[in-house]
């Protein structure tokens, strides 16, 4: 396999391989952004869950209290009856004493009960807030159906590119294919070209035996620099106006060349 066909093979590899990383990008945020819908949505409905059953337990405590403080009313009433027939200050003393203790038990569960309503009337507030919260929820996820579609043709669209990649791949030589995929995962990108004698890729100076050596263009080289697989190009695809998959995303000043190790 010449060197030429091995340049091509790598370079449409790079191609593919820089859609493939963009897109996977995107399968992973339109992911992570329905998932989070989901679970704002189970948080709300916990929350509205806890709700309810204190608005429960509140309910039925106001209800003994309720029921208490109806004893105690009954009881008063005895007390005042009881009153009337006293025959002694000392019997006297003691049922108006004991009237007043139970008022102040009455009063005391009045008090109780209103905190209670108070209490209750948050809660089923919150209730509502949280009933809301999850209507507007569940809206937006309805209408992310065509977000999930979206999913869908994002996970098509990767499986069919990595399915295309298996192709490229088999023309890459084996060896010069692990090279490339070890730089890949370090870098993001593994391919990189030099035309007037600096690296695509990181824009530094390479040294001018090795700028020759690639200008014969006999073997691959490697950037001293980026560690990325180099060869010579005989034009610059930027004047030629092609886009490029293999200039990296490196943004070092392509006028400050001269020893700038930017991509270290
Ligand atoms: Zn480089």
Redesign the pocket.
Known sequence: MNLRAQIEALESLATLDASLAKLEAELRGEGERLSDKKSQLKKLDERFESTRASVGDMDRTRGELLQDARQMSVQMERSREKLARCRTERELNATQREIEELRKLYRDRELEIEKINGLAEQARSEMEKANQEREVLTTDMAKDDASATRLDSLETAVSAEREKRKELVKAVPPALYRRYEMIRKRRGSAL?WTFQGT??????SLSPMAFQRLRRGEDFDQ??????I?YYRESNPADAGSSDATSSSSSADPGDTAGNET?S
């Not at 690296?199 to 530094?204: E, L, T």
């Not at 950037?223 to 990325?228: V, W």
């Open positions: 990189a690296c695509s890729a990181c824009h530094i950037c001293p620099s980026c560690q990325r180099l991509d």
